[in-house]
């Protein structure tokens, strides 16, 4: 996922603040901070408009690429939602390489429970849910909206779950892979999964078995969940919109094609929406700092999405568009 550029590029996305307009949040009351875990990164953050003119409630993981970032950070999102009268939820988790992966699922199936259950029990009753996320919190999204096998482990009511957003995010494992890493040592460290001796835990020719990583990914890949077993006829996989860069490759732009197309195909229809980000240039500041403009695309569409008046984005205008249609049953 490029987590070096993102670490370095993230303070530089962020230095772009002062040139976008900050969408007025349509909230006077104070967040509601909902814990599920000890960690201090382990609680939700419920926003409520002060006109609530939406049923459906918008679930959210932030950005960072596994290793930054936290519930709070989603405020530009949370006011973007809010001002357009939909309840949001930021999710947090924990980070690695600390908590190594798949920690951060555990912690978005969790938040995810913990949050229903608090609004059932302070009656505030869900019927519909959307859940979205940025970047590796796309990854997580389309975790817990399309893996059936994951949805029953974790005791998720899919049934809720009417549609899916990502922005920028990873829908392929393999691109977890830690690509600038040589001989991928560091994944070790940022992902724990189940293995069989003799295969990831060895080098071969001075590198990890590839082959034996993507094996060992695939159950927490969301393309691979797209199959006729799990959504055969009559039990289509729920809407997905996206968002991406052309230019992306921390989060490539091939890889969310692919899987839109093969969820199409899936459903036998439009199922996938897509708004595609073109290349563009480089910004001063991304030129100050050197970065490439394939990961200033991820960088300024992650960050800066949500701090414009949804009048002045496409991208966010066409996103209410369709997600006032789920919440209408359109």
């Known amino acids: 996922m490029g987590c070096v550029?993102?670490?370095?590029?993230?303070?530089?996305?962020?230095?772009?603040?002062?040139?976008?307009?900050?969408?007025p949040n349509?909230?006077?009351?104070?967040?509601?901070?909902?814990?599920?875990?000890?960690?201090?990164?382990?609680?939700?953050?419920?926003?409520?408009?002060?006109?609530?003119?939406?049923?459906?409630?918008?679930?959210?993981?932030?950005?960072?690429?596994?290793?930054?970032?936290?519930?709070?950070?989603?405020?530009?999102?949370?006011?973007?939602?809010?001002?357009?009268?939909y309840r949001f939820?930021?999710?947090?988790?924990?980070?690695?390489?600390?908590?190594?992966?798949?920690?951060?699922?555990?912690?978005?199936?969790?938040?995810?429970?913990?949050?229903?259950?608090?609004?059932?029990?302070?009656?505030?009753?869900?019927?519909?849910?959307?859940?979205?996320g940025t970047s590796c919190g796309g990854h997580l999204a389309t975790l817990l909206c399309y893996g059936k096998d994951l949805q029953r482990r974790y005791g998720l009511d899919a049934d809720r779950i009417a549609g899916c957003i990502s922005v920028a995010g990873i829908t392929h494992a393999d691109d977890m892979m830690l690509r600038p890493f040589p001989g991928y040592a560091v994944w070790h460290r940022y992902v724990k999964l189940d293995t069989h001796p003799g295969t990831c835990g060895e080098r071969t020719y001075g590198r990890r078995n590839r082959w034996a990583m993507h094996q060992a990914l695939v159950p927490w890949s969301p393309i691979e969940f797209l199959t006729?077993?799990?959504?055969?006829?009559?039990?289509?996989?729920?809407?997905?919109?996206?968002?991406?860069?052309?230019?992306?490759?921390?989060?490539?732009?091939?890889?969310?094609?692919?899987?839109?197309?093969?969820l199409n195909a899936l459903a036998s229809g439009d199922a996938a929406h897509a708004r595609v980000r073109e290349a563009g240039s480089a910004k001063p500041v991304a030129q100050v700092f050197a970065i490439p403009r394939w990961t200033w695309q991820h960088m300024i569409l992650t960050v800066t999405l949500h701090r414009r008046q949804v009048e002045a984005q496409p991208e966010l205008r066409a996103l209410f568009t369709w997600l006032d249609g789920i919440d209408t049953g359109r």
């Open 5 to 23: 550029y993102e670490l370095l590029s993230t303070p530089a996305a962020y230095l772009t603040r002062a040139y976008y307009n900050h969408h």
């Open 89 to 132: 939820v930021s999710v947090g988790f924990r980070w690695a390489p600390f908590h190594p992966f798949p920690a951060q699922a555990d912690d978005a199936f969790n938040g995810v429970n913990a949050a229903l259950n608090w609004l059932d029990e302070h009656n505030r009753p869900v019927q519909r849910i959307v859940i979205g």
């Open 228 to 262: 006729p077993e799990n959504f055969p006829p009559g039990h289509p996989p729920v809407p997905f919109f996206s968002i991406h860069g052309f230019s992306d490759k921390m989060s490539p732009y091939a890889s969310e094609t692919a899987f839109a197309a093969r």
């Open 26 to 85: 349509g909230r006077s009351s104070a967040p509601i901070v909902i814990p599920f875990g000890p960690h201090k990164l382990q609680h939700c953050v419920l926003y409520e408009p002060d006109t609530v003119t939406h049923s459906t409630v918008v679930f959210y993981f932030h950005g960072g690429a596994y290793l930054l970032g936290d519930p709070e950070s989603m405020i530009d999102a949370a006011n973007v939602y809010n001002a357009q009268g």
